[in-house]
């Protein structure tokens, strides 16, 4: 099939015609349920305020489920399909394998999206993201999902056919780059996943319209888990590549160590499907062993990887800096950094918000016992919204900067505000995030309407720290979805109305990437070692926090009730 | 080059890793054998251990095994709904049933005593969240949990319902007492 290849003028990156035209459609598609699931958490933050309480009970776990699925599948999988396709086709320099294929899968995720958006909003699918069974959702709830699974996976294969087309037109020389690498983990997660999400919700759909009697529920969560939490792995071996990326395209930094690096991604592959088991730590049907075994050996092994990960970045980005000469004292590097640059800004604190809570967190909330403390509480969305949302969101907003100029051609407009927006966004939802694990700490439920308990046949009245935490969910929850609204006014302002940029060169070939000269090979291999003494002191800062926090949480555990 | 680069040593396998990047890997491996140990040894001398016990089960019989629980040791009824309030035998079983949107009966218990607090759902999951305590254990209809408990503190306390379970989960809120 003919096809066009045009080289940015700006970043140099070469855009095959179909695969700019597909990550430009995911991307917007992406943007568009961003706005969705803004609007249903803007409604969930207040009614869960307690002072507001805006929604009633019907309504809101309606919007609930709206805004998990929206923002959970719909959001980050339209926009890693984006990911997948500049990973492969642009950083490779290729044209794309089979972009009807590729077409036919954004369609069908748009189908399967507004099909279970349909059934949410008619108002008999309010079953949460999670549609634990028994409880039952409308049939098209389950295909519209199904749909959107398919089309992913579809994605997903023409991302691997890609790497093939690249291979054997010889676009590139020796291995594939790290980024590319990265989403390759990614893809291949996803593989797994979207197998793993076939084999419980495609029963499950057969369930709804009535061919299969009767579906475990215990087996329901162990299978469905195999999906919900792998699926956010795929996010963090996405998110963790567009750092990468990031660091490579603001300060030409190149991997400390490739080795290193990649194995941290291939960790991921290995063990994180298994530490899927989390999420069942509370639960009857599985043993003691079971549960230890999948979440210590498996999960730690991953956690090993972003640990890896957590220092190699930065300190990519050290040694890049150190390099340009900005070698004084531990943190010149750091604070030479372009800050006002809101790709790096917004990547930075996506790094530092992901490690320091959403990864400590995490960890925690997977010990075995001290789940107990945890599982169903405000603490696992606070959790979880410092992983998927500063973490992955905040990461695919940063790179948006960057590809707003070169993939849509177009300026991004009202500069200062696109400089304050990661700042605003980032903290808030880090804070967010913190006060709804403190508010989960003294006990508060997640998806839960009334902390009042109106209609039960008691009373209970949680502590006023409680309280304090959910006002405090409220106020910055609120500032929140005012930072992500503003970068959807910005993104979406600046695609009509930003300045038009001149679009490059356009040719009917695709110009392979220059093979690495042996001159500047020899630079790299020679004299070339920087160390990285900052990263060395924000990991450590990061090792004792985690430490700490580790243990104080075994000291609560020690004073609740025996139990064995 | 960089990370969007092909590595630009084509033989990078061989690349020798840098110290510090050996000894923070070193740290990882070390801390989540540590974390793992921790499990473990929480399981041998720690008191606060979820019990594996649990059975297959139907709605049907873990209500009637209940049903026959709060018959025998009822001692007497609260709100204007009159649920009963069961006092389970020092160190022996009690049941309670979680369904929408009630915790089934009230239990009492006594400081200082271990009991076999069996645990199922007849409709959908639920969440016992035991309160202010803060113990959290899922609910799954068909699964019997036999959970041992050994309450510290005298009071009152609530269980909340903290598995999303339809219309009537906020309201969904049961008691024990600890004499």
């Given at each position: 099939m003919a096809t066009t290849y045009r080289t940015c003028p700006v970043s140099g990156l070469q855009f095959e015609d179909q695969a700019e035209k597909l990550m430009r459609w995911n991307a917007v598609a992406g943007v568009l349920w961003l706005l969705v699931g803004g609007i249903t958490a803007l409604l969930v933050i207040l009614t869960r305020w307690p002072a507001i309480k805006l929604l009633p009970a019907d309504q809101f776990y309606l919007i609930l489920t709206a805004h998990g699925i929206d923002m959970l599948i719909l959001w980050i999988l339209f926009f890693e399909m984006a990911v997948l396709y500049f990973a492969s086709s642009t950083l490779l320099r290729c044209r794309l394998a089979t972009p009807k294929i590729a077409w036919l899968g954004f369609w069908l995720m748009v189908v399967g999206g507004i099909m279970t958006n349909v059934a949410i909003f008619q108002g008999?699918?309010?079953?949460?993201?999670?549609?634990?069974?028994?409880m039952q959702a409308a049939w098209h709830f389950y295909l519209g999902i199904i749909l959107v699974a398919v089309g992913a996976l579809l994605g997903t294969a023409v991302f691997f056919g890609t790497l093939v087309v690249a291979k054997r037109d010889k676009?590139?020389?020796?291995?594939?780059p790290l980024v590319t690498f990265g989403a390759l983990t990614a893809a291949i997660i996803a593989t797994f996943t979207i197998l793993a999400g076939a084999g419980i919700l495609v029963p499950t759909f057969f369930w709804s319209i009535g061919l299969i009697k009767e579906i475990d529920a215990q087996l329901y969560r162990m299978v469905w888990w195999g999906l919900g939490h792998s699926s956010q792995q795929i996010n963090v071996a996405a998110h963790v590549s567009v750092w990468y990326l990031t660091a490579a395209v603001i300060f030409g930094a190149k991997p400390l160590s490739e080795k290193v690096s990649r194995f941290a991604f291939l960790l991921y592959i290995l063990f994180l499907q298994l530490a899927s088991a989390h999420h069942l730590?509370?639960?009857?049907?599985?043993s003691a062993e079971w549960k230890v075994l999948n979440t210590s050996y498996f999960m730690y092994f991953a956690v090993m990887a972003s640990m890896i990960h957590g220092f190699t970045v930065p300190g990519a980005i050290e040694a890049a800096q150190r390099r340009k000469?900005?070698?004084?004292?531990?943190?010149e590097w750091l604070r030479k950094a372009?800050?006002?640059n809101p790709v790096f800004s917004g990547m930075f604190i996506s790094l530092v918000s992901f490690g320091f809570l959403g990864g400590i967190s995490g960890v925690v909330l997977g010990t075995e016992q001290i789940n107990m403390l945890m599982h169903n509480t405000f603490y696992v969305p606070g959790h979880f919204h410092t992983t998927v949302v500063t973490g992955t969101t905040l990461a695919f907003m940063a790179i948006t900067y960057l590809l707003v100029?070169?993939?849509?051609r177009r300026e991004m407009i009202l500069p200062k505000l696109c400089q304050i927006q990661p700042y605003l966004f980032g903290i808030s939802m880090s804070v967010l995030g913190l006060v709804m694990m403190g508010a989960g700490t003294l006990g508060v439920s997640r998806r839960h309407w009334d902390m009042a308990f109106s209609g039960a046949p008691f009373q209970y009245e949680w502590p006023g720290a409680a309280y304090l935490m959910m006002g405090l969910t409220g106020i910055f929850g609120v500032i929140a979805v005012i930072g992500g609204g503003l970068w959807i006014l910005l993104v979406v302002g600046s695609l009509l109305f930003g300045k038009k940029l001149d679009g490059g060169k356009v040719s009917d070939k695709p110009t392979p990437i220059p093979a690495a000269t042996q001159a500047a090979s020899a630079v790299a291999h020679g004299s070339d070692h920087v160390g990285v003494p900052g990263t060395v002191v924000l990991a450590l800062l990061l090792f004792v926090s985690f430490v700490l926090y580790y243990f104080v949480n075994w000291k609560y555990l020690s004073e609740v009730w025996l139990l064995s | 080059m960089s990370a969007i680069l092909p590595p630009s040593e084509r033989l990078w396998w061989k690349q020798p890793i840098d110290k510090v990047e050996w000894a923070w890997i070193a740290i990882a491996f070390v801390w989540g054998m540590i974390m793992f140990a921790m499990m473990i040894y929480w399981h041998i001398y720690g008191k606060q251990n979820l019990s594996n016990e649990a059975y297959k089960t139907t709605p049907e019989l873990f209500a009637a095994k209940a049903e026959k629980f709060i018959a025998e040791n009822t001692i007497r009824t609260e709100t204007e709904r009159n649920i009963p309030v069961v006092k389970v035998p020092a160190g022996g079983d009690g049941y309670l049933i979680a369904r929408l949107w009630d915790w089934y009966p009230i239990l009492e218990l006594e400081k200082g005593q271990t009991y076999k607090i069996h645990l199922s759902s007849l409709d959908y999951n639920h969440g016992f969240s035991l309160q202010p305590v803060n113990i959290n254990i899922q609910v799954i209809p068909g699964y019997e949990h036999v959970v041992k408990m050994t309450p510290t503190k005298e009071g009152t306390y609530a269980i909340v319902c903290n598995e999303y379970c339809g219309i009537g989960h906020h309201s969904m809120l049961g008691r024990i007492y600890v004499k």
């Amino acid at each position: 099939m003919a096809t066009t290849y045009r080289t940015c003028p700006v970043s140099g990156l070469q855009f095959e015609d179909q695969a700019e035209k597909l990550m430009r459609w995911n991307a917007v598609a992406g943007v568009l349920w961003l706005l969705v699931g803004g609007i249903t958490a803007l409604l969930v933050i207040l009614t869960r305020w307690p002072a507001i309480k805006l929604l009633p009970a019907d309504q809101f776990y309606l919007i609930l489920t709206a805004h998990g699925i929206d923002m959970l599948i719909l959001w980050i999988l339209f926009f890693e399909m984006a990911v997948l396709y500049f990973a492969s086709s642009t950083l490779l320099r290729c044209r794309l394998a089979t972009p009807k294929i590729a077409w036919l899968g954004f369609w069908l995720m748009v189908v399967g999206g507004i099909m279970t958006n349909v059934a949410i909003f008619q108002g008999e699918s309010s079953v949460m993201f999670t549609s634990y069974v028994p409880m039952q959702a409308a049939w098209h709830f389950y295909l519209g999902i199904i749909l959107v699974a398919v089309g992913a996976l579809l994605g997903t294969a023409v991302f691997f056919g890609t790497l093939v087309v690249a291979k054997r037109d010889k676009t590139y020389q020796g291995s594939l780059p790290l980024v590319t690498f990265g989403a390759l983990t990614a893809a291949i997660i996803a593989t797994f996943t979207i197998l793993a999400g076939a084999g419980i919700l495609v029963p499950t759909f057969f369930w709804s319209i009535g061919l299969i009697k009767e579906i475990d529920a215990q087996l329901y969560r162990m299978v469905w888990w195999g999906l919900g939490h792998s699926s956010q792995q795929i996010n963090v071996a996405a998110h963790v590549s567009v750092w990468y990326l990031t660091a490579a395209v603001i300060f030409g930094a190149k991997p400390l160590s490739e080795k290193v690096s990649r194995f941290a991604f291939l960790l991921y592959i290995l063990f994180l499907q298994l530490a899927s088991a989390h999420h069942l730590l509370s639960d009857p049907g599985m043993s003691a062993e079971w549960k230890v075994l999948n979440t210590s050996y498996f999960m730690y092994f991953a956690v090993m990887a972003s640990m890896i990960h957590g220092f190699t970045v930065p300190g990519a980005i050290e040694a890049a800096q150190r390099r340009k000469g900005y070698t004084n004292g531990l943190f010149e590097w750091l604070r030479k950094a372009p800050w006002g640059n809101p790709v790096f800004s917004g990547m930075f604190i996506s790094l530092v918000s992901f490690g320091f809570l959403g990864g400590i967190s995490g960890v925690v909330l997977g010990t075995e016992q001290i789940n107990m403390l945890m599982h169903n509480t405000f603490y696992v969305p606070g959790h979880f919204h410092t992983t998927v949302v500063t973490g992955t969101t905040l990461a695919f907003m940063a790179i948006t900067y960057l590809l707003v100029p070169v993939l849509f051609r177009r300026e991004m407009i009202l500069p200062k505000l696109c400089q304050i927006q990661p700042y605003l966004f980032g903290i808030s939802m880090s804070v967010l995030g913190l006060v709804m694990m403190g508010a989960g700490t003294l006990g508060v439920s997640r998806r839960h309407w009334d902390m009042a308990f109106s209609g039960a046949p008691f009373q209970y009245e949680w502590p006023g720290a409680a309280y304090l935490m959910m006002g405090l969910t409220g106020i910055f929850g609120v500032i929140a979805v005012i930072g992500g609204g503003l970068w959807i006014l910005l993104v979406v302002g600046s695609l009509l109305f930003g300045k038009k940029l001149d679009g490059g060169k356009v040719s009917d070939k695709p110009t392979p990437i220059p093979a690495a000269t042996q001159a500047a090979s020899a630079v790299a291999h020679g004299s070339d070692h920087v160390g990285v003494p900052g990263t060395v002191v924000l990991a450590l800062l990061l090792f004792v926090s985690f430490v700490l926090y580790y243990f104080v949480n075994w000291k609560y555990l020690s004073e609740v009730w025996l139990l064995s | 080059m960089s990370a969007i680069l092909p590595p630009s040593e084509r033989l990078w396998w061989k690349q020798p890793i840098d110290k510090v990047e050996w000894a923070w890997i070193a740290i990882a491996f070390v801390w989540g054998m540590i974390m793992f140990a921790m499990m473990i040894y929480w399981h041998i001398y720690g008191k606060q251990n979820l019990s594996n016990e649990a059975y297959k089960t139907t709605p049907e019989l873990f209500a009637a095994k209940a049903e026959k629980f709060i018959a025998e040791n009822t001692i007497r009824t609260e709100t204007e709904r009159n649920i009963p309030v069961v006092k389970v035998p020092a160190g022996g079983d009690g049941y309670l049933i979680a369904r929408l949107w009630d915790w089934y009966p009230i239990l009492e218990l006594e400081k200082g005593q271990t009991y076999k607090i069996h645990l199922s759902s007849l409709d959908y999951n639920h969440g016992f969240s035991l309160q202010p305590v803060n113990i959290n254990i899922q609910v799954i209809p068909g699964y019997e949990h036999v959970v041992k408990m050994t309450p510290t503190k005298e009071g009152t306390y609530a269980i909340v319902c903290n598995e999303y379970c339809g219309i009537g989960h906020h309201s969904m809120l049961g008691r024990i007492y600890v004499k």
